[in-house]
């Protein structure tokens, strides 16, 4: 039988586990929890850091790309928990602390981190349960981000990311901002009328009571179709009173 040497074998573990995190695990389990408990308002930032983890464990060493796999095989047995050990959450902040993924977000994990561990250390919560209540009631302060852009960016960012693997999540958003700005106002309708559908889905789910301006094209096209109307609802009269005249004659 063929000896597989020390060198092989270290090579097929990296391919396994970088098979492994990238189809399988892909930050998925570990960033929902932590993200869903402690700060549901960064809804749109978290598919931004799901794309950025991508190109964040290529450039792991293979020791961090072992640690981080056992990590995540611990946090998919405790999935069922509502929260995180604040020990959990601090080898996880360890694991990723790359300079990649601070240039990539709009919102940095260190000042993140910082926040929801002055938010454990105050004495006001006593357990999971009153934590997680208090996250439900949380105020979003800044408004949700969702443009005609973005949903843009949703689509095609990730047919560009399988096609140019190699490229960074900065220069394919630099290229699709292009691609954006060149295109005709005709072509960007579709986006306009997606994102006022998810503005709606999105404040509905969260209860609120906000009216949204629909977007132009749909004022011009109504207004484009009650011009029609009108103008058939005065020909219709026009050929009835024209009738009625030639039968009083």
Do not use: V
Not at 9 to 21: N, S, V
């Amino acid at each position: 039988m063929h000896q597989i040497s020390k060198e092989e074998q270290q090579q097929t573990g990296t391919a396994m586990l970088d098979e492994y995190c990238r189809h399988y695990s892909d930050f998925n389990k570990i960033l929902s929890i932590y993200i869903k408990n402690f700060y549901p308002q960064l809804h749109f930032e978290f598919e931004q850091l799901l794309d950025a983890s991508y190109n964040i464990w290529h450039r792991l060493t293979d020791d961090k790309k072992i640690s981080l796999s056992n990590f995540l095989e611990e946090i998919s047995q405790e999935s069922n928990h509502s929260i995180l050990p604040s020990s959990k959450i601090k080898t996880f902040n360890d694991l990723i602390n790359c300079e990649s993924l601070e240039i990539n977000l709009k919102y940095p994990l260190n000042r993140i981190n910082n926040k929801m561990n002055e938010k454990l250390n105050t004495k006001t919560i006593s357990s999971c349960k009153t934590f997680i209540s208090k996250n439900k009631k949380l105020i979003i302060k800044k408004p949700i981000t969702i443009t005609p852009f973005h949903i843009y960016l949703k689509d095609e960012r990730q047919k560009l990311m399988n096609k140019y693997r190699k490229m960074s999540i900065n220069d394919i958003n630099k290229c699709l901002s292009k691609r954006w700005k060149k295109m005709s106002n005709r072509m960007k309708y579709n986006y306009e009328y997606r994102a006022y559908l998810a503005k709606k889905r999105l404040y509905k789910k969260q209860g609120k009571l906000i009216r949204l301006k629909k977007p132009s094209f749909i004022k011009r096209i109504s207004s484009k179709t009650r011009q029609i109307k009108n103008k058939k609802q005065q020909l219709l009269s026009n050929t009835f009173r024209s009738n009625t005249s030639i039968r009083t004659k």
